[in-house]
């Protein structure tokens, strides 16, 4: 198989550790390596580096070199300019071979953890047989162990059986349903019929241009007018409609499977996410030099310097060598507002 690896984003919910320069997929936020060198690692079993593909920004390429530097330098592919993963997805497929483009491609974003890279490992081999089987495209779902709204939600259908490779659960998807509304998600999560959508995606790279091309004409077209004229591909590549993978492509598939993925998913979607796994049974989620008395139930994370905390709870600290962030854990998602009121005096330095 091909992997293709998405490490554009910008990372802002993990300000001020996140970076415009250095997001949150080139940090080590869980280990010695960075999410995007682990997700690359751990994909290497199914897909070596010559196999492994990298969509970054321009802004971004060096450094994803720097990390990854056993990945060809021409399979990192950086965008001229962020248009949502639609745009993204379909312009990496279209820059590989055409012999790549025929075997199963693996979509996998750079910023995810997973705690068991043997069981993540089944998942995506039991995906890869089923569309060996029959040409369909294939997602990953996480059974929800919470009520979350800011994840797309699959509504399961019947069974597949035999499920491929031993792998157990494989089901039919009836609806796709991107980040839902609070009360939507909680229902979602008690019916026990639906997934979150993890954002991994299998196809042969050929089905997802063709499903482009009937679902997302626009950006199919794009895509050719690219190919036909590459000199002007940053002119070209700004005019393509900016829109998610889901919206495009996914929710308009109507022979979408779905294999459980049971591997200790996480997307570090947010500052108290990285605590939960920064834990483990302490009275606080702590790194670097943290003094802590009479507090518990924080994240208190220096990255420069010292933190003291008397007496809190419930609190993200965050040190850099240039911002201190206090923020509620019940608010940590509303970390954005912050990094776009800082754009907005034009503190770009912080940025």
Known sequence: MQALILAGGSGTRFWPLSRR?????????????????????R??????????????????????RRQL??????????????RNTAAAIGWSVRSMPEDCRRQVVGVFPADHRMADGEAFRRAVAAGVELIEQDD??????????????????????????????????????????????????????????YLWNAGIFLFRGLTLLERLASSAPQIAAGLDRIAERPELTAELYRELPAISIDHAVMERQE?????????????????????????????????????ALDSTDNLLLADQ???????????????????????????????????????????????
């Open 136 to 193: 369909r495209i294939v997602t990953l779902g996480v059974r929800p162990h919470r009520v979350e709204s800011g994840y797309g939600f699959l509504e399961l259908g019947e069974t597949l059986e035999p499920s491929p490779g031993g792998a157990r659960g494989v089901r039919r998807v009836i609806r796709f349903t991107e980040k839902p509304d609070l009360e939507t998600a909680r229902r979602f999560t008690a019916s026990g019929n």
């Open 305 to 351: 310097g010292t933190i003291a905390a008397l007496g809190v709870s419930g609190l993200v600290v965050v040190r850099t060598d240039d911002v201190v962030l206090v923020v509620p854990k019940e608010r940590a998602q509303e970390v954005k507002a912050l990094v776009d009121e800082l754009a907005r005096r034009g503190r770009n330095d912080l940025l």
């Open 43 to 64: 994909l290497r079993p199914l897909a070596g580096p010559d196999s492994q593909w990298v969509c970054t920004t321009e802004q971004l390429a060096d450094e994803v």
């Open 255 to 291: 022979d979408l499977v779905t294999v459980p993925l049971d591997c200790g998913w996480s997307d570090l979607g947010s500052w108290p996410a990285l605590a939960e796994l920064m834990a483990a049974g302490s009275d606080n989620a702590s790194r670097g030099d943290v003094v």
């Open 69 to 82: 530097p056993e990945v060809p330098q021409e399979q990192i592919l950086a965008e001229p300019e962020g």
């Open 21 to 41: 320069h250095r997001p949150k997929q080139l940090l080590a936020l869980d280990g010695e390596a960075s999410l995007l060198q682990a997700t690359a690692e």
